[in-house]
């Protein structure tokens, strides 16, 4: 995880979201296009970038480390989720990235599926020297509770267990409970996933405060920056609560 930290925290920029949700869904007319995005990650200072490949084959440019998003799916078919991947690591690294994401849904009756794929993109990926981090998102019918403690904790464990060096997983709404979930982790670099945009920036700087007080890395962070009516100040008050 070297090239995505900084005194052992961290603040990475996550745009995937025009495949996971769709452009209108989350977009405008200013944050559709993906140089703005590079822009913010170079001049908000974050840690790293994270695109599908298309996305860094056109846009990336080389100012900020680069992580590959090497699956995904949309929002459009029904049932169980599963996202297959739809990137080699070969290609990732030949992107230029220094490390690889895959999202797993946690809980899914398709989640054999995702762990044994998840599995060979871990080892491929340590075999080419870049890190493998897993969004564990415990989701699909027999999920009740998506930010419970127990079930978070579960995500955080499943990264451990599967040899990635950082999970992205969501918050528990609270630091205490969150601090079961970082042990959980085992030492694996935990991050949150930003979510939808909270009302305002102080109630997502609360959660991302919780993050950090429970031994968090930091976070990867989308909506919640590039929705932002200010990305660049909402960027600045990220890293104070990250990097003190
Ligand atoms: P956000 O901060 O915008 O939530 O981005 C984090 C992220 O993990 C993205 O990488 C991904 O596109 C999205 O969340 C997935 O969201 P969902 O919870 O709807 O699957």
């Given at each position: 995880?070297a090239?995505?930290?900084k005194?052992g925290?961290?603040m990475?920029l996550?745009y995937?979201?025009?495949?996971?949700?769709?452009?209108?869904t989350?977009?405008?007319?200013?944050?559709?296009d993906p140089?703005f995005i590079?822009d913010?990650?170079v001049?908000?200072?974050?840690?790293?970038?994270?695109?599908?490949?298309?996305?860094?084959?056109?846009?990336?440019?080389?100012?900020?480390?680069?992580?590959v998003?090497?699956?995904?799916k949309t929002?459009?078919?029904?049932?169980?989720?599963?996202?297959?991947?739809?990137?080699?690591i070969?290609?990732?690294?030949?992107?230029?990235a220094k490390?690889?994401g895959?999202?797993i849904?946690?809980?899914?009756g398709?989640?054999?599926?995702?762990?044994a794929?998840?599995g060979?993109?871990q080892?491929?990926?340590?075999e080419?020297?870049?890190?493998?981090i897993?969004?564990i998102?415990?989701?699909g019918?027999a999920?009740?509770?998506?930010t419970?403690k127990?079930?978070?904790?579960?995500?955080?464990?499943?990264?451990?267990?599967?040899?990635a060096?950082?999970?992205?997983?969501?918050?528990t709404?609270?630091?205490?409970?969150?601090?079961?979930?970082?042990?959980?982790?085992?030492g694996?670099?935990?991050?949150?996933s930003g979510g939808?945009?909270?009302?305002?920036?102080?109630?997502?700087?609360?959660q991302?405060?919780?993050v950090?007080?429970?031994?968090?890395?930091?976070?990867?962070?989308?909506?919640?920056?590039?929705q932002?009516q200010?990305?660049?100040?909402?960027?600045d008050?990220?890293?104070k609560?990250?990097?003190g």
């Amino acid at each position: 995880m070297a090239p995505f930290l900084k005194d052992g925290r961290s603040m990475l920029l996550a745009y995937d979201q025009g495949l996971e949700h769709g452009p209108s869904t989350d977009f405008n007319d200013r944050n559709v296009d993906p140089a703005f995005i590079m822009d913010i990650a170079v001049k908000g200072r974050f840690n790293g970038v994270i695109f599908q490949k298309g996305t860094a084959e056109r846009f990336y440019d080389g100012r900020v480390p680069l992580i590959v998003k090497v699956n995904g799916k949309t929002s459009l078919p029904k049932g169980e989720p599963v996202s297959r991947q739809v990137c080699s690591i070969k290609q990732a690294v030949s992107l230029g990235a220094k490390g690889v994401g895959y999202t797993i849904y946690l809980g899914s009756g398709l989640e054999s599926e995702m762990l044994a794929e998840f599995g060979r993109v871990q080892e491929e990926a340590h075999e080419r020297g870049i890190a493998a981090i897993a969004w564990i998102y415990p989701r699909g019918a027999a999920v009740q509770n998506d930010t419970s403690k127990d079930i978070v904790s579960y995500a955080a464990r499943t990264g451990l267990e599967l040899g990635a060096d950082a999970v992205k997983i969501k918050y528990t709404g609270d630091s205490a409970s969150f601090s079961w979930a970082v042990k959980s982790a085992g030492g694996v670099r935990v991050f949150m996933s930003g979510g939808p945009k909270a009302p305002t920036d102080d109630d997502f700087l609360k959660q991302v405060k919780g993050v950090i007080e429970a031994g968090g890395t930091g976070l990867a962070v989308g909506r919640n920056v590039w929705q932002n009516q200010d990305p660049l100040a909402m960027a600045d008050k990220l890293r104070k609560v990250i990097f003190g």
